[in-house]
């Protein structure tokens, strides 16, 4: 069991470019989550999805998009990258409303 | 509307001594509350809940955190420390059948060997 992983670990953007995080689980949970971590503030909710096809808005959903086209998969995507969505994102899933399992995250800077 | 303190950045504790790390929170219904671990460079690592019944829960790696209703407080504990412990901790809540997680801003523990 791979649990949660979550694609690139690492990346550098200049402000106004896109791209799209990917994050993967393999324990057939149907929710899955997508967080900021920002220094001093904790986890911060971006969206979140109760299944495959559905999503939703969490506390900072403004500059972000996501899809759940597979119910191992979530993607978050970042249409124009601006110099405060530098942080680090982790997507975790659970079974409904159980524990969360976290991926590893990644971390971006834009520029 | 859910929330969550914890209100010490940084604890600091001698191995082998007690550690408690303390959270307070917020909620109209009740309260699910949860301790996660962060190690550096890490993901984080579910420790334990609470959702109904005893009021002392336990947990993985020794750790065990205590609900108290009346000073809606869920504080985390372990009786002796260890240097391995040195990691960054949460405190969140959910209230209810709510879908989100509100986490509180982390707390530093520090064991000193």
């Known amino acids: 069991n791979a649990g949660v992983t979550q694609t690139p670990k690492f990346r550098v953007l200049k402000t106004g470019q896109s791209m799209t995080l990917l994050c993967a689980q393999d324990m057939n949970h149907e929710y899955m989550y997508w967080y900021r971590q920002d220094p001093g503030m904790g986890l911060r909710l971006i969206h979140y999805s109760v299944g495959e096809g559905t999503t939703a808005k969490g506390e900072v959903p403004d500059g972000y998009n996501v899809s759940r086209l597979k119910k191992q998969n979530f993607l978050l995507g970042l249409e124009s990258a601006a110099p405060s969505q530098t942080s680090v994102y982790f997507c975790?899933?659970?079974?409904?409303?159980?524990?969360?399992?976290f991926g590893p995250g990644t971390r971006l800077t834009v520029t | 509307a859910q929330s969550v303190a914890q209100p010490e950045d940084q604890v600091n504790v001698a191995e082998g001594n007690p550690l408690t790390v303390k959270c307070t929170y917020s909620v109209s219904g009740n309260p699910y509350l949860f301790w996660y671990v962060q190690y550096p460079n890490r993901g984080l690592q579910f420790l334990l809940k609470y959702i109904t019944g005893d009021n002392l829960v336990k947990g993985s790696y020794g750790f065990e955190a205590e609900f108290n209703k009346s000073q809606t407080s869920f504080h985390l504990k372990k009786p002796s420390a260890l240097v391995s412990d040195s990691a960054l901790y949460f405190c969140?809540?959910?209230?209810?059948?709510?879908?989100?997680?509100?986490f509180g801003s982390g707390t530093q523990l520090t064991v000193l060997p």
């Open positions: 975790a899933s659970s079974y409904l409303l159980r524990e969360q399992y």
């Open positions: 969140a809540v959910r209230e209810g059948s709510a879908r989100q997680l509100t």
